[in-house]
């Protein structure tokens, strides 16, 4: 039996997707975690051989949590699962240390056999998705992600400075080098540009 945990944080979509694993006759849903704090303390308890994960979730992003269970005594294999159909997330995603980047739209056998590929010590990524990521790399930094990221949910320089404990300078030439990298007018822009390619 493959063992897997579900990281989602949306209660009827990590419902849905547990019940429809449990149709797979060798495949044991061991658990699912709402967050990514919670779905990696469930890694070290339950020791699935596969960790399914959102990438949008609270506290521990998919992609951060996909990064830190590398460390883990006996790492699961992670397939991510998710919405964004864009180049720059699956890249983030392959860096991080995903095997498999499923789509939510795609037809519910692929999920069972990206599980069972993955498990298998393969890969399982939409071809034409992952032609795409290598043409456009991400030019941001973890650090002027982090900030154009506050940037975007409205946060101001100052209000930006005291969260990460910089100064407003550091925060402005931050920002400054993201709008640049992007070619944006503006954080907004930059933002949108960003989001739109998959890098923030």
Do not use: C
């Amino acid at each position: 039996m493959i063992r897997v945990l579900i990281a989602e944080d949306q209660a009827m979509v990590a419902g849905a997707l547990a019940a429809l694993l449990a149709i797979e006759r060798d495949i044991d849903v061991v658990g699912t975690a709402s967050n990514g704090r919670e779905a990696l303390a469930a890694v070290r308890t339950l020791r699935p051989d596969v960790l399914l994960s959102d990438i949008e979730m609270p506290e521990m992003t998919g992609l951060e949590l996909a990064a830190a269970v590398k460390h883990e005594a006996s790492p699961p294999r992670v397939v991510i699962l998710t919405t964004f159909a864009r180049p720059g997330y699956l890249r983030r995603a392959l860096d991080a240390g995903a095997s498999g980047y499923v789509l939510k739209d795609a037809p519910s056998r692929r999920l069972a056999e990206a599980i069972r590929r993955v498990h298998a010590g393969g890969r399982s990524i939409d071809p034409e998705l992952a032609a795409e990521a290598w043409g456009d790399a991400d030019p941001l930094s973890d650090r002027e992600r982090q900030i154009l990221r506050l940037a975007a949910d409205g946060r101001s320089g100052p209000e930006i400075a005291e969260e990460l404990h910089l100064s407003e300078g550091t925060v402005r030439n931050y920002l400054s080098e993201a709008i640049s990298k992007v070619g944006a007018r503006n954080r907004v822009d930059a933002a949108r540009i960003a989001r739109t390619k998959g890098w923030l």
